[in-house]
């Protein structure tokens, strides 16, 4: 907010469901899509009797994260029941972490604007529970439905420090920490599928002010979009009502995306109100020193550490890397590439126009894309060495997408090889000298310009065919003499 007189303050609770082919205290499926209600058992529906059984895969990919984090890991583990009634919550309460996460005091850094420093937010928190349940709800019947397959997914809950101070800050923070995680493997960070949730709090304050205001909680916020236009609302609701002499009433918030506004939910819980407890049916443990050890000798290459490695060893711009490192199989498929064609720059260009213009198109990530990395590099080589033309290659390219085809058999199928036969095209270019004296006698007088529309007319002549660079060259050699 512009020459305003209070500050934001933005915290950020974000919730990832780990990539573990079962949930998190028993050996139901976690598939995406399944019929209602298939993907249950009497663990995950909280009947009498059942004794949970903690993920060895999920625990792993929580430590994971932590360490990427930078987080402090605590040396015991313990969970907590978190008590609460709610419909698609079957036991009446959730295994958490309340008083002892399983990381803490962690930080991300958000790369500043040209000429700016970093911003550092800090992680007040890492910690395991389950997910709940979903209800269903059909505007045409009076009932509601509710489907349990949801309910025991292993999330890793991730709570920001109050360090945000934008709505478009809060959008970086989202948008740094899910490379972070699709780097690490342990998460598809799908929102779409719920692999990837955000709840933001928010409060003003006069600026120089220490103390905290007061905090409301926004909640149905299905994208990062959603999040920064929720927060700018917020923040412009807030103020008004500051300047109003209102009082800021400490609420749980929803976001409707329709009218662009959000609107009251329910009074916002406190830690007491869940009546946390020692999860008395989960033992506590202890972390060994080896088991981090083991994961952090594990750990991919993280996007800070790509970044500057591109810019060092293939001499790219900064911000041509961040677009080929923004996705990690992105910048795996790019690597690829320069195992068959050697020079960065072209293919680079080449991945951040048509294979990210494909990519936008389908709303598809790379591995779904029709296209192989030798493929690319044989049609980046046909290009170079004259054999098709720029324009050709990307009517090349759109038929590989689609059929996963070799750019060369596609080449020659179609007739898209360039002339490049001095011979003929002298005919061609003898030709459209003779029917275009007029822009002939403009390249004589120096109009340079001239001598691309005299290019473009073999071109036509030659229905796209000829090699544009020799018949440039060889059109000015002929008028010049």
């Known amino acids: 907010m512009k020459n305003s007189k209070y500050e934001t303050v933005i915290g950020l609770e974000v919730h990832v469901q780990l990539d573990t ?57 313990k969970f907590d029941r978190k008590n609460y009634y709610y419909p698609d919550l079957p036991k009446n309460y959730q295994i958490s972490q309340y008083d002892m996460p399983l990381a803490y005091n962690g930080k991300v850094s958000l790369p500043g604007a040209k000429g700016e420093d970093a911003r550092v ?40 420090e109050p360090d945000i101070r934008t709505p478009q800050e809060a959008h970086k923070f989202l948008t740094v920490l899910k490379q972070i995680i699709e780097y690490l ?13 955000c709840d933001a709090n928010i409060s003003l304050r006069k600026k120089g002010e220490k103390k905290l205001g007061v905090k409301v909680e926004i909640k149905n916020l299905n994208s990062f979009r959603a999040v920064r236009d929720a927060l700018h609302f917020e923040e412009v609701r807030q103020e008004e009502m500051l300047e109003d002499g209102a009082d800021i009433v400490q609420e749980t918030r929803l976001w409707n995306e329709v009218n662009k506004k959000t609107l009251s939910m329910r009074s916002k819980e406190e830690a007491q109100d869940y009546r946390y407890f020692p999860e008395p049916d989960l033992v506590p443990f202890e972390i060994h020193t080896g088991i981090k050890e083991e994961i952090a000798k594990d750990m991919p290459e993280l996007p800070d550490e790509k970044t500057k490695r591109f810019i060092v060893k293939y001499a790219l ?105 001095k011979g003929e095209l002298a005919a061609v270019i003898g ?25 473009g007319q073999v071109m036509k002549a030659t229905k796209g065919k000829a090699n544009p660079k020799l018949s440039g060259e060889m059109l000015s050699k002929v008028i010049r003499g």
């Open 21 to 77: 082919n079962t949930k998190i205290f028993c050996s139901c499926g976690t598939g995406f899509g399944a019929p209602p209600n298939s993907l249950v058992c009497p663990v995950c529906l909280g009947l009498p009797g059942v004794l949970p059984v903690l993920n060895k895969k999920a625990f792993k990919y929580a430590i994971k994260v932590a360490i990427a984090l930078g987080c402090d890991i605590q040396k015991k583990v």
């Open 121 to 160: 937010i800090g992680i007040t928190r890492a910690h395991l529970e389950e997910d709940a349940g979903k209800l269903l709800h059909d505007a045409g019947e009076a009932c509601s439905y509710v489907d349990l397959n949801r309910t025991g997914m292993p999330l890793l809950e991730i709570v920001s």
């Open 185 to 197: 493997e342990v998460s598809d960070c799908n929102m779409e599928e719920g692999s990837l949730r």
């Open 317 to 421: 711009s900064r911000k041509d890397v961040e677009l080929l490192v923004a996705e990690k199989s992105v910048a795996d498929f790019f690597e690829q590439v320069m195992k068959y064609f050697k020079n960065p720059a072209i293919v680079c260009n080449w991945v951040k126009g048509e294979v990210l213009r494909h990519l936008k198109e389908k709303n598809v990530r790379m591995g779904a894309l029709n296209l192989t990395p030798k493929n690319l590099a044989n049609l980046i080589e046909m290009v170079e060495d004259g054999t098709i033309s720029g324009l050709s290659a990307k009517e090349v390219l759109d038929i590989c997408v689609s059929t996963g085809r070799d750019p060369r058999a596609i080449v020659d199928e179609k007739g898209f090889r360039q002339v490049s036969d």
């Open 431 to 455: 030709k459209v000298i003779k029917d275009n004296q007029q822009s002939v006698n403009d390249y004589k007088n120096g109009k340079t310009n001239a001598l691309g529309f005299l290019v």
